[in-house]
């Protein structure tokens, strides 16, 4: 019979010894005791709180795909973020998650995102326009801005004005800063209670509801037809026939703003970085461009072909996952490899040390995109940049296209210089880059 193993613990003193080194980066003191205790570890973060943290990558297959019916998001998704985006894919559970993702999923087909290519590349063009050449760039605030207009014009086409626009891209980034601060310091949940600090950014959800009521309204009134997302959410009918009602469009909507943009953006950061200190992949990506493309207009061919661009994209995903940790919780009492998990267990399952693990990669820690020209299918139970089983992201083909379309975009007209030393990260909800300064040249010069 086998011999239950004890989860090796990290005590509450640890916790709150590096508190602030936690509160800015907390990945260095995770990656420490991962070292110390091993894979799995639990840490004391209150006299009866415990997180049970894993970089097992055969753990997370379980939680996530084999056994994912015993386990739920956490409350930091189903509760402490709904309060800023509602109860939209990312956010709900149980029926209504398996209801709106049936609803929505048809509109994230590659049949119908070859649909919105054209949009995607012409909101990507018209961000390159503010590079400057020769002179050092903060690259983050160009791919910000493009994650956030490619969103939307593939959800709204041209429905929304630039104002609409500049306020909905405020709001969610003054939201996601709000929900790190709760959860980076719950000691002070009392004081963003009494000092109104909650109910600001609650008001200004509010505001950001009301606008995406006004487009939507707007479409509806109009009768014409985009071929955009928010067509085909409001034509999108359940199996009983009726439409998804407004505060669950604008649920849904939301959630699109936040996981489409939020994500995308740090990942293209990270990407130029790496290119910019790697310039022979810019070379390849360049050459392979020049024969795909060779006079063809087909954008879906060329997404579809551009396999050294996909290699690039995918080992920096593979570094630097922008979804750099998975929560869940489990219903009821499970088991995995002896250790005994209680029903209500937080699990935090740590996406970017499965991605280093120096048992699981080779040479972990370097930039090696041929790893995966082979297509990564021998990877595919240890690298979850956009998740694993029925809960994997909705839009993982968009956020591909769109960032195909972008690094193939900006190489064929630049090439690009590093001015930092080593990339640095700010993990918050997701995983940010910081410092991201680059220098472009233009191919045309050369």
């Known amino acids: 019979m086998a011999i239950n193993k004890e ?11 590096h508190s602030l080194e936690i509160l800015k980066n907390p990945l260095n003191f995770h990656h420490a005791n991962f070292t110390a205790k091993g894979d799995t570890f639990k840490l004391k973060i209150g006299f009866s709180n ?63 995102l070859a649909t919105l290519l054209d949009k995607i590349r012409e909101a990507i063009l018209l961000e390159y326009k503010h590079i400057e050449v020769d002179k050092k760039l903060d690259v983050f605030p160009i791919f910000n801005d493009l994650a956030f207009q490619t969103v939307v014009k593939s959800l709204f086409s041209s429905a929304a004005d630039d104002d609409a626009i500049n306020r909905l891209q405020f709001i969610t980034e003054a939201a996601q800063k709000m929900l790190v601060r709760e959860l980076r310091q719950p000691y002070l949940g009392w004081w963003f209670k009494a000092s109104g600090t909650i109910e600001k950014h609650l008001k200004l959800t509010r505001e950001a509801r009301q606008i995406l009521k006004n487009i939507v309204k707007t479409r509806r009134d109009s009768d014409e037809k985009q071929g955009d997302l928010l067509d085909m959410l409001l034509e999108a009918q359940y199996d009983d026939g009726s439409f998804m009602e407004e505060e669950q469009l604008i649920d849904e909507i939301l959630i699109l703003f936040i996981a489409g943009h ?29 024969q795909i493309t060779n006079g063809s207009e087909d954008l879906m061919h060329v997404v579809t072909s551009s396999k050294v661009c996909q290699q690039v994209i995918e080992e920096a995903m593979r570094l630097y996952p922008p979804v750099y940790f998975i929560d869940r919780v489990n219903i009821e009492d499970d088991e ?50 956009f998740g694993a089983g029925p809960r994997k992201c909705i839009g993982n083909n968009f956020a591909m296209f769109e960032m195909i379309i972008a690094v193939t975009e900006l190489v064929k007209n630049y090439k690009m210089t590093a001015e930092f030393d080593a990339i640095e990260i700010t993990p918050l909800i997701t995983l940010k880059p910081k410092n991201a300064f680059l220098k472009f040249e233009s191919r045309m010069s050369g």
């Open 7 to 17: 989860i090796p613990s990290v005590p509450l003193i640890s916790f709150i010894k």
């Open 336 to 385: 995995f490899n002896n250790m005994i998990f209680k029903k209500g267990s937080n699990l935090l399952l740590s996406i970017y040390e499965i991605h280093r693990h120096p048992q699981l990669w080779e040479r972990s820690n370097e930039f090696l995109p041929s790893r995966f020209e082979d297509g990564g299918r021998k990877f595919s139970s240890q690298y979850f940049p």
């Open 50 to 112: 415990e997180i049970v943290f894993s970089r097992d990558a055969a753990f997370a297959e379980y939680v996530l795909q084999k056994n994912q019916r015993n386990y739920t998001k956490s409350k930091i998704q189903t509760e402490d973020l709904v309060k800023y985006v509602g109860k939209g894919l990312l956010t709900s559970e149980g029926e209504l998650w398996k209801k709106q993702r049936q609803l929505i999923q048809p509109a994230f087909h590659k049949k119908q």
């Open 262 to 290: 939020e994500t995308t953006s740090n990942a293209l950061t990270f990407i130029f970085q790496l290119l910019a200190k790697h310039p022979e992949w810019q070379e390849k990506i360049h050459q392979e461009n020049i």
